[in-house]
């Protein structure tokens, strides 16, 4: 073991600084060289002798590091706003998943309702039936709830928003601490991985609230729309049919005017404007939609549909363009007439239009 030492000590010096070692020419060294102490692993921490990892005292708290220096006490308190942060987005979170479990209840408890309701209307039953009037009722309820689960969703999308903001300003915080005087290696090294977390954080904040803003979106489109849908239903089981009647019997006690009356002031504005820029244009259930609250304001009111005719291209291009206009009307009219409005409550015409850039079909309330 002796001579193992030597030689690994002899090796060590073949390439140490010339000015080490002692001269070779027989005199006395002029100075002695510096002892060279060899310590095995793990004697360093029975020895107590300090680490070379810190540059001050530390200890370790839960995973982090205190230094003890005002840097790193200012890392302690970002790291614990960052902690109370990830818990509250955890709970609003959990809160989402909570209510889209609840939502798809609910859809399919309300689909089966009005699925049930319409399969009976479609064969035929008796007007006002009993048994319709209750899942009627039943189906009122369950939007209802749906109602009011797009109250939850607005609390909730408010807390989220919160949260964005203090992870804002923390990450703002840790930013500028990087600043501060009288830090040590390991405070920057606690704020990058910090800052690190931050970031993360925002990240799961930030689709959290797209996804909360897209469900309050979609619920109350839903809402809108299935409150009309219910509304004509409630027509169809008083009157023991299916759909079609539904503005008939919301419209009209007075006869139309003729077409020679109508001001030019009246088509100002259309009700709705359809853009046939694409096949199988689904303008249907907004359409439907469009006209059933028209008739709720005015049940007198008549429309007239007006085909467009861009005036773009060659003179055969134009009459093309023209020849589409019109099948877009009637397409138009039949969609009507199969909701039920009378043929005789809606004017046809047509015109040009130099910023059309489509066929398209105006729909006019008079």
């Avoid at 979170?93 to 939502?103: C, I, K, R, T, Y």
């Avoid at 408890?109 to 009627?136: D, K």
């Avoid at 749906?146 to 903001?165: E, K, P, Q, T, Y």
């Avoid at 501060?180 to 800052?195: F, N, S």
Wanted: some cysteine.
């Amino acid at each position: 073991m002796v001579l193992l030492g030597t030689v690994v000590l002899l090796g060590g010096c073949a390439f140490a600084d010339e000015t080490l070692l002692p001269a070779l020419t027989g005199e006395e060294a002029a100075a002695t060289p510096p002892q060279v102490v060899i310590i095995p692993a793990g004697a360093a921490e029975a020895n107590q002798l300090p680490l070379l990892v810190a540059e001050t005292d530390a200890t370790t708290n839960g995973g982090f590091i205190e230094t003890g220096t005002a840097v790193g006490e200012r890392v302690a308190r970002l790291r614990g706003d960052l902690a109370r942060l990830q818990a509250s987005t955890a709970l609003h979170n959990q809160g989402l998943a909570q209510f889209q479990v609840e939502s798809i209840e609910n859809a399919q408890r309300y689909n089966m309702l009005i699925a049930n309701i319409q399969a009976r209307l479609q064969v035929g039953t008796t007007p006002g039936n009993p048994i319709l009037v209750r899942q009627w009722n039943e189906a009122q309820g369950v939007l209802d709830k749906v109602g009011s689960d797009i109250g939850r969703l607005n609390s909730l999308s408010s807390g989220v928003a919160d949260d964005g903001a203090l992870a804002a300003f923390i990450l703002e915080s840790t930013r500028a601490t990087f600043g501060l005087t009288g830090a040590v290696d390991e405070d920057h090294r606690q704020l990058a991985l910090l800052e690190d977390d931050v970031n993360r954080t925002v990240v799961q904040i930030d689709r959290l609230l797209n996804e909360l803003n897209d469900d309050v979106a979609r619920q109350s489109n839903y809402m809108s729309r299935e409150r009309s849908n219910l509304t004509v239903l409630s027509l169809a089981v008083k009157n023991g049919e299916i759909f079609g009647s539904s503005l008939a019997n919301r419209a009209f006690a007075t006869a139309a005017p003729a077409a020679s009356q109508v001001s030019s002031a009246a088509r100002t504005r259309p009700l709705v404007v359809i853009r046939f820029d694409r096949p199988n244009v689904e303008y249907e259930q907004p359409l439907f939609t469009a006209l059933s609250e028209a008739l709720q304001r005015r049940p007198e009111a008549t429309f007239e549909l007006v085909g467009v005719t861009p005036e773009r291209g060659t003179p055969a291009q134009v009459a093309l363009n023209a020849s589409a206009a019109r099948k877009n009307t009637q397409s138009v009219l039949r969609a009507l007439t199969s909701m039920g409005l009378p043929r005789n409550r809606v004017d046809l015409s047509a015109t040009t239009s130099g910023e059309a850039q489509t066929s398209e079909v105006h729909v006019y309330v008079r």
